[in-house]
């Protein structure tokens, strides 16, 4: 088994701010992904990785840089917080990204923006 | 574009009875469909997934595929008060791109 790391849990932040998301995978999977929930809307795509230094935009991108350095880690950077921005970012990982595969999660970064 | 949608949005069951959900699809040519459960303050856990017109049953889960009328349902019998959640339908689409529904928020009464 393996386990996903999402830090911090909660950030809070103020209007114009850079904000770092970070996350620490250990099932040793190729893809890592960042996904946005946002209550009465679907997971939203932001950005994957499919092997380490690789990035790809997803539907969500615009606003947002991501950093996939080593295989295990693939952080998330908010280029300029919205004031009043509330949401949760959700770190996955799967094997390699064809159809069929499951996705594991960690547990969530919950955004506040003042 | 692709969409999935899932009904009920809301569902409440006694404890032992049992639980169906809805999740429509709009591209035939999906490739496999996810159930995924998620708790409140925790990231989505596959359940189950499906991939061919059918059922297929694990456990206390069964799910139902039909491609032609776009339709896919979870069914978990001898519903438990530690199945209360949100369960999420994620359907493989064109280029391995997964659409996920809104979700149903199923609470099992004690």
């Known amino acids: 088994g393996g386990i996903i790391t999402q830090t911090p849990k909660f950030l809070i932040g103020q209007e114009g701010q850079k904000l770092t998301l970070k996350c620490q995978q250990n099932f040793n999977h190729d893809t890592m992904y960042w996904y946005r929930q946002d209550s009465g809307k679907g997971l939203r795509l932001i950005y994957y990785?499919?092997?380490?230094?690789?990035?790809q935009k997803g539907d969500l991108s615009e606003g947002y840089d991501a950093s996939r350095e080593k295989k295990s880690s693939f952080s998330l950077t908010v280029t300029s917080a919205q004031k009043n921005e509330m949401a949760v970012f959700l770190c996955a990982s799967s094997i390699i990204r064809v159809s069929n595969e499951r996705l594991f999660f960690g547990h969530g970064t919950k955004l506040s923006v003042l | 574009q692709e969409k999935v949608q899932q009904s009920p949005e809301s569902l409440i069951v006694p404890e032992g009875a049992m639980s169906s959900l809805n999740c429509t699809f709009s591209n035939s040519a999906s490739q496999s469909i996810w159930w995924y459960q998620q708790h409140p303050g925790k990231g989505p856990e596959a359940l189950i997934?499906?991939?061919s017109n059918g059922n297929k049953k694990e456990g206390r889960l069964t799910v139902y595929l039909n491609r032609a009328s776009l339709h896919v349902s979870l069914h978990i019998r001898d519903s438990q008060p530690s199945d209360s959640a949100v369960y999420l339908c994620?359907?493989?689409?064109?280029?391995?791109?997964?659409?996920w529904g809104l979700g149903t928020s199923l609470v099992v009464n004690p």
């Open positions: 994620a359907v493989f689409g064109d280029n391995s791109k997964l659409i």
């Open positions: 990785s499919i092997t380490e230094n690789d990035l």
């Open positions: 997934s499906i991939f």
